[in-house]
């Protein structure tokens, strides 16, 4: 089975084709938006959602994807947001990690047959080490190998 970590890591790629956005795939101290951090689980999501299928050959993993935009007080940053949280298009969160639907590869291994955004599950104030930003969170889930 592909490893949280080396899922996370090719989420990650596929959200840094979106340019001018800065993504970690681990939870950083410290964000400097625009950014996105991606997250083990999503709410009551698990992790990971173990044997999807026959002899635990597939195993579903959730995670958090979480954007910040911008300080909560910048008129500019619900722009932001909501270009991010398009279904569609150059600055699109949700048609970056689905790529048309694309097997999710690390160092040309397959490791997921696919990554779908399910979800934006919070729209608002985001607090981040003691910052307070504009953000949400979308719910993506990848059918792992």
Same mark, same amino acid.
């Given at each position: 089975? $592909?490893?949280?970590?080396? *899922?996370?890591?090719? @989420?990650? $790629?596929?959200?840094?084709?979106?340019?001018? @956005?800065? +993504?970690?795939?681990?939870?950083?101290?410290?964000?400097?938006?625009?950014?996105?951090?991606? +997250?083990?689980?999503?709410?009551?999501?698990?992790?990971?959602?173990?044997?999807?299928?026959?002899?635990?050959?597939?195993?579903?993993?959730?995670?958090?994807?979480?954007?910040?935009?911008?300080?909560?007080?910048?008129?500019? /940053?619900?722009? $932001?947001?909501?270009? &991010?949280?398009?279904?569609?298009?150059?600055?699109? *969160?949700?048609? /970056?990690?689905?790529?048309?639907?694309?097997?999710?590869?690390?160092?040309?291994?397959? +490791? /997921?047959?696919?990554?779908? *955004?399910?979800?934006?599950?919070? &729209?608002?104030?985001?607090?981040?080490?003691?910052?307070? &930003? @504009?953000?949400?969170?979308?719910?993506?889930?990848?059918? $792992?190998?």
């Amino acid at each position: 089975m $592909a490893s949280l970590r080396v *899922v996370r890591k090719a @989420l990650a $790629a596929r959200v840094r084709t979106i340019e001018g @956005l800065r +993504v970690r795939d681990q939870v950083p101290g410290e964000v400097s938006p625009p950014a996105v951090v991606i +997250v083990p689980g999503c709410g009551k999501a698990a992790p990971i959602d173990y044997d999807k299928a026959f002899a635990g050959g597939s195993h579903a993993m959730n995670f958090a994807v979480k954007i910040l935009v911008g300080a909560a007080h910048d008129l500019s /940053a619900q722009d $932001a947001l909501d270009a &991010y949280l398009d279904p569609d298009g150059a600055r699109s *969160v949700k048609a /970056a990690i689905e790529a048309d639907m694309a097997e999710l590869v690390h160092d040309g291994d397959v +490791v /997921a047959d696919y990554a779908q *955004v399910r979800a934006c599950t919070h &729209y608002g104030f985001v607090d981040w080490s003691g910052v307070t &930003y @504009l953000g949400a969170e979308m719910h993506c889930e990848v059918l $792992a190998r």
